[in-house]
């Protein structure tokens, strides 16, 4: 469903947990970097560019960014009741208690090329 909206250009951004990222032990993504991104079978589907990282606390993310997810029905309602309990089951993964002011890492990315 999401390689369907990233090619149909509807989202063209994403969010993950800071702490997440902390958690695991991973580099942050940046500015300029290139993401393949595989289907259900690990074949290449889309080449990804991201164009901007922002850091920003989960209360204070923008419709404007919400919309870009490209999800549900594209309001800033609807992604904060998806995206708490999505961040609220991944803070138990990682030992967390999930607070509005918790930092998630909003990247906006350009679809390179469909590799379908």
Not at 28 to 45: A, T
Not at 57 to 68: D, H, L, N
Request: aromatic fraction near 10%.
């Amino acid at each position: 469903m999401l390689i369907s909206l990233i090619k149909a250009k509807v989202k063209r951004a994403t969010c993950s947990l800071l702490w997440s990222w902390e958690f695991d032990g991973e580099r942050l993504p940046q500015e300029g970097d290139i993401e393949i991104v595989l289907d259900f079978c690990n074949r290449p589907v889309l080449l990804l560019q991201t164009t901007k990282v922002e850091m920003v606390p989960f209360a204070k993310v923008s419709s404007e960014f919400a919309a870009a997810e490209g999800e549900g029905d594209l309001s800033i309602e609807y992604w904060r009741a998806e995206h708490w309990k999505f961040f609220g089951r991944e803070c138990q993964r990682i030992g967390r208690q999930p607070v509005a002011s918790m930092v998630l890492v909003c990247e906006t990315f350009d679809l390179m090329a469909d590799l379908d």
